[in-house]
């Protein structure tokens, strides 16, 4: 049996125990994940209709059919033509079927117009199934996501010759991803770089500032590679560390390499964010750390699990997500040390693997 | 007023118009078009929550409220925090909303849990108004337009002295996104080079086929710069062309012209499309034109108004849409000319100006 067929079976018999009907997933990764194809992100729909007994069909414009690796696959394929309504081919792939789960991420114009060609169906979200699939990652998916991570720590050792005074963010933010396509990825997904202040902003989109002297830089960047992706973030500090820089860099370590090693099989996610938050709370910087912990990565940039108070799902071999914990101190500068680990039967394996401590650059 | 508060109130005078209470906007091109504000695609929501009278809300993730710009903004910014429900901050945003509309865009994730909370509520698409506002662009949008064009086109004259031969296509891929970046564009939306009989699959995917003399390779590219996106095919022919291909040639060329020469105000979007293939058709390869002849563009790349059969839309001065009839022989080869036009007062102006002939390449 494929890898495909074994994970739409396993879909199937988890739909069975839950008493749905069907499955229709559409853009995003858990497409790919069960079929092994990528729906274009455009207005034209792509849906793979999946009964919970029998085959499933992707329904999915016909000059796109050509897309879709059928050999061997345990699914069919419908085109529709330009004039054709796919709203109702997917209807009718669904007759009968009441209770229907969709993908998270489906443009919600398509779920509209799927319950308004029929109000007595109910769709539930997908994301919670298909996280339960994908969530353990098999030994080729960790090798993936540690030959992407191992794509952007080699980019984090040649930015430590890079200078960054008198340059844009703009400028290195596009040094960065050039170097990092240039080093095997496929694509970018994001590449944040902020200097001094902006550091304060987590998601701070680089900008036209210009780096300075005395500025602490944080570089955080990742994006596919073989279809699995990376994410890193390390510290750069242009000549010298700002006021108050070097103590709370002392606290935020400390919380990342406790935090990791806490990791294993047994714990929960919440845990692994209190066990970072503790730390940096205790050290009298628990209100500028203003995001949670990690997330999990795979396919996805993020996905389950998702390390926030208030998530107690248990953590088990084969988990893979980040430790990312930060300080940000608004108006002077912000800090964060981003690894992805994997967890093992009894412990925790780091995929990126650069040092942690801050890269001192021109 | 400033132009995003110009866009709003004309939202509010339709939505009124139309009996709709809120509109709520999430990831997309809409909410930038409004806000000046795009939403990162990730799990966390953003949505911007407009009334039908007042002042709207954009509901953001904490960590990324600093990327709003603010300053002099007609609307509110309500960061979240990592363990609040945005579904239940959006909801009290809706109370007393009855009638909602929701961007098109928008992850269905979130459409089913703002149902679930108050399943009182119903919920229609956003995608007719907004494209009522956004279909006729302003003399400042045609203007980036043509910039992006022309950054295109730049790229599509240096192609004329690359060779192909010999390379696969993901690797004259790679070469024409490089290039496309270098010359101007923010980011690449997708790049299709698709030689020899994979040409006659329009959406392609550029794969490991080694490109040989006597292919046709069609190129189709396309990105985004300053907000605005570019879209331009132009065929390429590896020193001889393929039996058959310049008689289907000399039929596309003409269905092109014809088309591209027939638009004005006044004329339906399907009246455009069938010029196109009616040309096509009387030449005996109606059935090799397997689909639409163009789509609108604008801050996204396929947008309204869609030349499709069916479309009776009537044309006006300000839309902007793609102009791309095809002819795809399965096995052989495949061939598309497209541009981007902008209609005018009285007629149309190409905003992509290459030479429409193929280019004969080493």
Redesign the interface.
């Known amino acids: 049996m494929t890898r495909f067929a074994a994970r739409i079976r396993s879909a199937q018999e988890r739909m069975a125990n839950e008493g749905i009907d069907a499955l229709c997933l559409s853009v995003g990764s858990d497409l790919p994940y069960l079929t092994g194809y990528r729906a274009?992100p455009?207005?034209r729909l792509t849906m793979f209709v999946l009964p919970v007994e029998g085959e499933g069909t992707i329904v999915v414009?016909?000059?796109?059919a050509?897309?879709v690796e059928t050999d061997g696959m345990p699914f069919r394929v419908q085109g529709w033509g330009?004039?054709e309504d796919p709203i109702a081919i997917v209807d009718a792939h669904l007759a009968g079927s009441g209770n229907v789960l969709?993908?998270?991420?489906?443009?919600?114009?398509?779920?509209?117009?799927l319950q308004d060609v029929r109000p007595s169906r109910t769709?539930?979200?997908a994301?919670e199934l298909m996280a339960h699939l994908r969530i353990r990652k098999s030994a080729d998916e960790i090798e993936k996501l540690l030959s992407a991570a191992a794509t952007v720590d080699g980019v984090v050792g040649q930015l430590e010759n890079v200078r960054f005074s008198g340059r844009t963010e703009k400028d290195v933010a596009r040094e960065v991803t050039e170097r990092t396509r240039a080093a095997g990825h496929d694509t970018m997904d994001f590449w944040i770089v902020a200097s001094g202040p902006n550091g304060?902003?987590?998601?701070?989109?680089p900008g036209a500032r210009i780096i300075e002297i005395g500025d602490a830089v944080v570089v955080d960047f990742g994006g596919h590679q073989e279809g699995y992706a990376s994410d890193t973030t390390r510290m750069f500090v242009v000549q010298e560390a700002p006021a108050g820089f070097d103590e709370a860099y002392g606290v935020l370590h400390r919380a990342h390499v406790t935090a990791v090693d806490f990791v294993r099989p047994g714990v929960t996610a919440e845990s692994i964010d209190a066990v970072a938050r503790d730390i940096i709370t205790d050290a009298g910087h628990g209100d500028l750390f203003?995001?949670?912990t990690g997330?999990g990565i795979g396919m996805d940039?993020?996905?389950h699990p998702?390390l926030?108070?208030?998530n107690s799902q248990v953590i088990e071999e084969g988990m893979v997500f980040s430790i990312e914990p930060g300080i940000y101190k608004p108006g002077e500068w912000g800090m964060r040390i981003e690894d992805i680990v994997a967890v093992t039967q009894d412990g925790v394996e780091r995929l990126n693997r650069t040092d942690r401590a801050y890269r001192v650059v021109a």
Chains 1, 2 share one sequence.
């Open positions: 274009m455009l207005e414009p016909g000059l796109e050509p897309r330009e004039t969709i993908g998270d991420e489906t443009w919600s114009r398509f779920l509209v117009d769709f539930g979200n994301g304060a902003s987590p998601h701070h989109e203003i995001h949670r997330h940039s993020h996905e998702y926030v108070e208030g």
